[in-house]
């Protein structure tokens, strides 16, 4: 098994999200037949409850962080690897914005190949896989003056690390009637913005049911029951391992724009985002200009005043079209398969590209491609062939990918959908695998080689 090791944090002051989307990328690590640990400081929340909840082994590394240089840090996990694994790991994942070259480049230059998680662009980097969720218009110009390595993009909200949960979860339907509000600003909520939040709600003329999700590790739990005892019609929920559920039963949510901004775009709830730190500007600004959410500032100058906040609120409750499509649109960028894809490159040592890249002509529609569908289907058959275990195998149109006797198991199935999904880009076209029809495995694509590759030229031609 591939030996992975991920190094990340948690605490009251920087909250769960780097520790909870490492975990997700940690379970489909697994999934996909390696071997993950998570490599962390001493916290003042509870890791060790969350790691076992997943099932990932917790490495606690020596004492806090003040005080230890990046190059120790990273000899220390080196250390606490070796320890656990009997071996240096084969990939490294790192999440923390207090590390950059000076953490990363010990590790590679002791056979380690690297994925950094990012979406600063503030320092210098250096890494094999380069992952940031965030959407941007040029993830290779945003990164340019940083990255010291040649290092592959896994980039975009279709990366987004959430737990597996998301992908199963099926969106609620849609109530032109706000029943019910969530709130969620964080497992910490460092700002103690929960409050403002149901204030907010409340100033806003909604009478009905709230829900505010937290943890039992969050310093404000204690104020915000007190301000919030009077009301029988709030409920606070707190430490679920994930809140796939939680989103899935409101009509609108508050969140902040941290890693729970993808998670309420895959289940499709409309959201009024909340910027709640520095590092979350980047996330929500183009979301907010491309309608995807409703997005205001809780801190700095621009500081939103209480009788905006709850503005805004009484705007969404009352306009069901505008709900509507913020739910349609966030479904549309975030599918809930990020982390699958990520594993498959982390564990994949190139990306699969087996024919010369193929292009639309300029200006021409995607009918009068330079190779003709002939070639793009043996583009399908190729990349399917050089996945195959078995050389011998006679790959056929109604050779199975699915199913008891599918021709490739589940890890390369994915690899296979990165490698088309490579193709289609090159093709000026983006290639949808995710959808229910696709994995149906009496109608959908995957039901043989034949059907996928029936489908890739379809969508080709459809662009």
């Known amino acids: 098994m591939t030996f992975v090791a991920i190094r990340a944090d948690a605490s009251r002051a920087i909250g769960w999200g780097h520790v909870k989307r490492c975990l997700a990328l940690a379970h489909a690590l697994r999934e996909a037949g390696a071997s993950p640990i998570l490599v962390s400081r001493p916290s003042d929340v509870a890791v060790d409850a969350l790691c076992a ?31 656990a694994g009997g071996q240096r790991p084969a990939v490294m994942v790192v999440d923390h914005y207090g590390f950059d070259r000076r953490w990363h480049e010990p590790l590679r230059a002791r056979g380690v190949r690297l994925a950094v998680i990012d979406d600063l662009a503030d320092r210098p980097l250096a890494a094999d896989w380069l992952i940031d969720h965030n959407p941007s218009p040029d993830h290779a110009a945003k990164y ?18 959430l737990d597996a949960a998301y992908a199963r979860q099926a969106a609620r339907p849609f109530s032109a009637k706000v029943r019910s509000i969530g709130i969620f600003l964080g497992g910490t909520d460092p700002g103690g913005h929960s409050v403002d939040a149901w204030r907010a709600c409340r100033a806003a003329g909604f009478d009905g049911p709230i829900e505010i999700a937290s943890t039992a590790s969050s310093p404000h739990l204690a104020a915000l029951r007190a301000a919030t005892g009077g009301d029988r019609q709030l409920s606070i929920t707190l ?37 709640c730190a520095e590092n979350q ?18 801190i700095g100058p621009e500081a939103v005043e209480p009788a905006t906040f709850a503005s805004a609120i009484a705007r969404l409750i009352i306009d069901a079209d505008l709900r509507q499509r913020m739910a349609a649109q966030g479904r549309a960028l975030v599918d809930g398969q990020g982390a699958a894809r990520v594993a498959a490159a982390l564990l994949t040592p190139a990306p ?93 694509m995957f039901r043989n080689a034949g059907a996928l590759a029936a489908a890739f030229v379809a969508q080709a031609e459809a662009a």
Do not use: N
Request: a negative charge.
């Open 53 to 83: 909840t997943a099932g990932v082994p917790l490495r606690l590394l020596p004492g806090a962080a003040k005080g230890v240089t990046a190059a120790d840090d990273a000899a220390q996990t080196m250390q606490i690897c070796l320890d």
């Open 144 to 161: 340019a003056a940083v990255l010291t390595t040649e290092a592959r993009l896994l980039v975009g909200p279709r990366h987004a690390l």
């Open 352 to 444: 699969v590209r087996h024919c010369p890249p193929f292009r639309k002509a300029q200006g021409a529609p995607m009918s009068t491609l330079a190779l003709d569908r002939t070639a793009l289907e043996a583009r399908v058959y190729d990349t399917i062939r050089a996945l195959l275990e078995d050389p011998t195998v006679v790959l056929a149109a109604d050779t199975p990918l699915i199913g008891d006797s599918a021709a490739l198991d589940s890890m390369k199935l994915v690899e296979l959908c990165l490698a088309l999904e490579d193709a289609a880009a090159d093709a000026g076209f983006e290639f949808d695998w995710t959808s229910e029809s696709a994995m149906s495995r009496s109608r959908g």
């Open 281 to 298: 500007r980047q996330a929500l600004r183009p979301l907010a200009e491309s309608g995807t959410v409703l997005a205001l500032d809780m």
């Open 239 to 275: 430490d679920q391992p994930d809140l796939a559920a939680f989103h899935a039963r409101h009509d609108l949510e508050i969140g902040a724009g941290g890693g729970a901004t993808w998670e309420r775009c895959c289940v499709g709830v409309p959201t009024l985002a909340l910027v």
